[in-house]
Protein backbone atom coordinates (compact mmCIF):
# COMPACT_ATOMS: atom_id res chain seq x y z
CA UNK A 1 0.00 0.00 0.00
CA UNK A 2 1.00 3.54 -0.75
CA UNK A 3 1.85 6.04 2.09
CA UNK A 4 -0.36 8.26 0.92
CA UNK A 5 -3.53 5.39 1.00
CA UNK A 6 -2.31 4.54 4.29
CA UNK A 7 -2.24 8.32 5.38
CA UNK A 8 -5.34 8.54 3.78
CA UNK A 9 -7.09 5.19 5.78
CA UNK A 10 -5.43 6.99 8.84
CA UNK A 11 -7.52 10.27 8.09
CA UNK A 12 -10.57 8.23 7.01
CA UNK A 13 -10.95 5.97 10.27
CA UNK A 14 -9.23 8.46 12.90
CA UNK A 15 -10.87 10.91 11.94
CA UNK A 16 -7.66 13.30 11.62
CA UNK A 17 -6.30 16.16 9.81
CA UNK A 18 -2.94 16.00 8.09
CA UNK A 19 -1.12 17.81 10.99
CA UNK A 20 -2.38 15.27 13.68
CA UNK A 21 -0.81 12.29 11.50
CA UNK A 22 2.48 10.93 12.74
CA UNK A 23 5.51 8.76 11.83
CA UNK A 24 5.66 6.11 14.83
CA UNK A 25 8.83 4.03 14.85
CA UNK A 26 10.93 2.46 17.61
CA UNK A 27 9.67 3.39 20.93
CA UNK A 28 8.46 3.24 24.21
CA UNK A 29 6.89 4.86 27.64
CA UNK A 30 5.23 5.03 30.38
CA UNK A 31 1.93 6.67 31.19
CA UNK A 32 0.58 7.37 34.79
CA UNK A 33 -2.75 8.71 35.36
CA UNK A 34 -3.67 10.13 38.58
CA UNK A 35 -7.26 9.60 38.75
CA UNK A 36 -8.53 12.53 40.56
CA UNK A 37 -11.62 13.54 38.67
CA UNK A 38 -14.77 11.93 36.26
CA UNK A 39 -13.52 11.51 32.35
CA UNK A 40 -17.08 10.66 32.17
CA UNK A 41 -18.53 13.89 32.42
CA UNK A 42 -14.96 15.47 31.41
CA UNK A 43 -14.00 17.15 34.54
CA UNK A 44 -10.05 16.61 34.55
CA UNK A 45 -8.38 19.52 34.91
CA UNK A 46 -6.51 17.81 37.63
CA UNK A 47 -5.69 14.33 35.57
CA UNK A 48 -2.02 14.17 34.71
CA UNK A 49 -1.04 11.58 31.98
CA UNK A 50 3.21 11.10 31.94
CA UNK A 51 5.00 10.02 29.14
CA UNK A 52 8.42 8.57 29.14
CA UNK A 53 10.48 9.22 26.00
CA UNK A 54 13.28 7.10 26.93
CA UNK A 55 16.33 7.64 24.40
CA UNK A 56 15.79 9.95 21.14
CA UNK A 57 16.69 7.35 19.24
CA UNK A 58 14.05 5.21 19.42
CA UNK A 59 11.34 7.38 19.95
CA UNK A 60 10.25 10.21 17.68
CA UNK A 61 7.09 11.30 17.95
CA UNK A 62 4.51 10.33 20.98
CA UNK A 63 2.06 13.14 20.24
CA UNK A 64 -0.43 10.28 18.70
CA UNK A 65 -0.80 8.86 22.04
CA UNK A 66 -1.06 12.27 23.60
CA UNK A 67 -3.87 13.79 21.57
CA UNK A 68 -5.80 10.03 21.47
CA UNK A 69 -5.93 11.04 25.67
CA UNK A 70 -5.67 14.68 25.65
CA UNK A 71 -9.27 13.89 23.45
CA UNK A 72 -10.66 11.76 26.43
CA UNK A 73 -9.74 15.23 28.61
CA UNK A 74 -6.46 13.85 30.14
CA UNK A 75 -3.50 16.65 30.25
CA UNK A 76 -0.34 14.96 28.96
CA UNK A 77 3.04 15.23 30.70
CA UNK A 78 6.87 13.74 29.96
CA UNK A 79 8.56 11.68 32.92
CA UNK A 80 10.69 9.09 33.34
CA UNK A 81 11.78 9.04 37.22
CA UNK A 82 10.67 5.38 38.87
CA UNK A 83 9.47 7.64 41.68
CA UNK A 84 7.02 8.75 39.52
CA UNK A 85 4.73 5.46 39.68
CA UNK A 86 4.51 5.23 43.03
CA UNK A 87 1.43 7.27 43.29
CA UNK A 88 0.41 6.50 39.87
CA UNK A 89 -3.39 5.46 40.11
CA UNK A 90 -3.16 3.90 36.42
CA UNK A 91 -0.46 3.27 34.03
CA UNK A 92 -0.04 2.30 30.26
CA UNK A 93 2.61 1.34 28.63
CA UNK A 94 3.05 1.43 25.04
CA UNK A 95 5.54 0.52 22.08
CA UNK A 96 6.28 0.19 18.96
CA UNK A 97 9.50 -1.55 17.40
CA UNK A 98 11.76 -4.25 18.98
CA UNK A 99 10.76 -6.34 21.92
CA UNK A 100 14.81 -5.91 23.52
CA UNK A 101 14.15 -2.16 22.74
CA UNK A 102 11.24 -2.07 25.47
CA UNK A 103 12.69 -4.37 27.61
CA UNK A 104 16.34 -2.63 27.94
CA UNK A 105 14.27 0.92 28.09
CA UNK A 106 12.44 -0.73 31.12
CA UNK A 107 16.13 -2.11 32.46
CA UNK A 108 17.97 0.95 32.12
CA UNK A 109 15.66 3.57 33.34
CA UNK A 110 15.01 1.19 36.62
CA UNK A 111 11.33 0.95 35.89
CA UNK A 112 10.89 -2.88 36.11
CA UNK A 113 10.48 -3.01 40.06
CA UNK A 114 8.81 -0.52 40.50
CA UNK A 115 6.35 -1.04 37.59
CA UNK A 116 5.86 -4.90 38.64
CA UNK A 117 5.46 -3.28 42.63
CA UNK A 118 2.63 -0.37 41.03
CA UNK A 119 0.85 -3.50 39.42
CA UNK A 120 1.30 -5.61 42.36
CA UNK A 121 -0.65 -3.16 44.44
CA UNK A 122 -3.42 -3.32 42.18
CA UNK A 123 -2.83 0.01 40.23
CA UNK A 124 -4.69 -0.48 36.76
CA UNK A 125 -2.58 -1.10 33.92
CA UNK A 126 -2.79 -1.01 30.22
CA UNK A 127 -0.57 -1.79 27.68
CA UNK A 128 -0.03 -1.48 24.04
CA UNK A 129 1.51 -4.07 21.75
CA UNK A 130 5.02 -4.31 22.41
CA UNK A 131 3.38 -3.67 25.98
CA UNK A 132 1.43 -6.21 25.57
CA UNK A 133 4.25 -8.43 24.52
CA UNK A 134 6.46 -7.29 27.46
CA UNK A 135 4.23 -9.04 29.95
CA UNK A 136 5.09 -12.40 28.93
CA UNK A 137 7.84 -14.20 30.21
CA UNK A 138 9.51 -13.91 27.14
CA UNK A 139 9.32 -13.65 23.01
CA UNK A 140 11.24 -15.30 20.02
CA UNK A 141 12.40 -11.68 18.87
CA UNK A 142 14.95 -11.65 21.63
CA UNK A 143 15.30 -14.82 23.42
CA UNK A 144 17.68 -13.35 25.60
CA UNK A 145 16.12 -10.54 27.49
CA UNK A 146 13.82 -11.53 30.26
CA UNK A 147 10.50 -10.03 30.29
CA UNK A 148 7.93 -8.94 32.83
CA UNK A 149 6.53 -13.03 33.62
CA UNK A 150 3.59 -11.43 34.86
CA UNK A 151 2.25 -13.72 32.23
CA UNK A 152 3.67 -17.24 31.29
CA UNK A 153 2.75 -18.14 28.18
CA UNK A 154 5.31 -16.86 25.07
CA UNK A 155 5.26 -14.47 22.44
CA UNK A 156 6.17 -15.86 18.90
CA UNK A 157 6.69 -14.88 15.19
CA UNK A 158 3.48 -15.30 13.20
CA UNK A 159 3.32 -17.65 9.91
CA UNK A 160 6.06 -16.65 7.42
CA UNK A 161 3.10 -17.32 4.66
CA UNK A 162 1.33 -14.74 5.27
CA UNK A 163 2.85 -11.15 4.54
CA UNK A 164 4.85 -9.69 7.54
CA UNK A 165 4.82 -7.71 9.50
CA UNK A 166 0.66 -7.40 9.59
CA UNK A 167 0.17 -4.10 9.05
CA UNK A 168 -3.24 -2.17 8.78
CA UNK A 169 -6.91 -2.78 9.91
CA UNK A 170 -8.52 -5.96 11.35
CA UNK A 171 -11.57 -6.90 13.29
CA UNK A 172 -11.34 -9.12 16.69
CA UNK A 173 -13.40 -12.75 17.61
CA UNK A 174 -14.24 -11.27 21.41
CA UNK A 175 -14.12 -14.72 23.30
CA UNK A 176 -14.84 -13.18 26.87
CA UNK A 177 -16.51 -10.01 28.25
CA UNK A 178 -14.60 -7.82 29.49
CA UNK A 179 -14.69 -3.83 30.44
CA UNK A 180 -12.22 -2.52 28.32
CA UNK A 181 -14.24 -3.57 25.58
CA UNK A 182 -17.44 -2.70 26.35
CA UNK A 183 -19.61 -0.82 23.51
CA UNK A 184 -17.29 -2.79 20.80
CA UNK A 185 -18.04 -5.43 18.93
CA UNK A 186 -16.59 -7.79 16.01
CA UNK A 187 -17.61 -5.32 13.40
CA UNK A 188 -15.15 -2.71 14.55
CA UNK A 189 -11.82 -2.86 12.97
CA UNK A 190 -8.49 -2.15 14.88
CA UNK A 191 -4.87 -0.72 13.56
CA UNK A 192 -2.04 -3.58 13.63
CA UNK A 193 1.16 -2.89 13.21
CA UNK A 194 3.44 -6.06 14.48
CA UNK A 195 5.46 -9.57 13.88
CA UNK A 196 5.17 -10.78 16.65
CA UNK A 197 1.95 -12.09 18.78
CA UNK A 198 1.15 -13.74 21.81
CA UNK A 199 -0.22 -17.00 21.17
CA UNK A 200 -4.08 -17.69 22.40
CA UNK A 201 -3.40 -16.92 25.72
CA UNK A 202 -6.05 -18.22 28.75
CA UNK A 203 -6.26 -14.63 29.84
CA UNK A 204 -7.10 -13.46 26.25
CA UNK A 205 -10.10 -11.79 25.85
CA UNK A 206 -10.28 -11.19 22.16
CA UNK A 207 -8.13 -12.80 19.22
CA UNK A 208 -7.30 -11.83 15.80
CA UNK A 209 -6.89 -14.11 12.74
CA UNK A 210 -3.84 -13.37 10.78
CA UNK A 211 -2.25 -16.44 9.53
CA UNK A 212 -2.99 -17.73 12.65
CA UNK A 213 -5.15 -16.71 15.75
CA UNK A 214 -3.64 -14.63 18.31
CA UNK A 215 -4.16 -12.66 21.47
CA UNK A 216 -5.47 -8.98 20.35
CA UNK A 217 -6.55 -8.46 23.67
CA UNK A 218 -6.18 -9.82 26.82
CA UNK A 219 -7.56 -9.29 31.19
CA UNK A 220 -5.94 -10.67 33.82
CA UNK A 221 -8.13 -8.76 36.96
CA UNK A 222 -6.80 -5.07 36.44
CA UNK A 223 -3.99 -5.69 33.67
CA UNK A 224 -5.05 -4.98 30.09
CA UNK A 225 -3.56 -5.08 26.65
CA UNK A 226 -3.47 -5.17 23.21
CA UNK A 227 -1.57 -5.90 20.46
CA UNK A 228 -3.17 -3.25 18.67
CA UNK A 229 -2.52 0.49 18.51
CA UNK A 230 -6.19 2.38 19.88
CA UNK A 231 -4.33 5.65 19.85
CA UNK A 232 -4.08 4.78 15.61
CA UNK A 233 -7.77 3.03 15.59
CA UNK A 234 -10.10 5.95 15.30
CA UNK A 235 -13.59 6.09 17.08
CA UNK A 236 -13.29 2.54 18.43
CA UNK A 237 -9.51 3.20 19.79
CA UNK A 238 -10.59 6.01 21.92
CA UNK A 239 -13.93 4.26 22.81
CA UNK A 240 -11.56 1.52 24.54
CA UNK A 241 -9.17 3.95 26.12
CA UNK A 242 -12.02 5.60 27.49
CA UNK A 243 -13.28 2.13 28.90
CA UNK A 244 -9.79 1.89 30.35
CA UNK A 245 -10.39 5.12 31.63
CA UNK A 246 -13.75 4.44 33.59
CA UNK A 247 -12.02 1.21 34.98
CA UNK A 248 -9.29 2.83 36.36
CA UNK A 249 -11.67 5.63 38.14
Known amino acids: MLMEELLGLLRAHAGLHGDELFRHQRGDGLIQVPLEADVARGENADRLVAFDDRDARDV ?112 LRIVKPSPLLAGLGESDYFYFAHTFAAEHSEHAVAICDYGTSFTAVLQDNHVFATQFHPEKSGAAGARLLENFLRFAA
Open 60 to 171: VLVHDRQRALQRLGATCQRQSEPAGLSNAAAIILPGVGHYAAIIRALDSQNLRVPLLEAIGRGVPFLGICLGLQALFASSEEAPELAGLALLSDGVKCLPHDVKLPHMGWNR
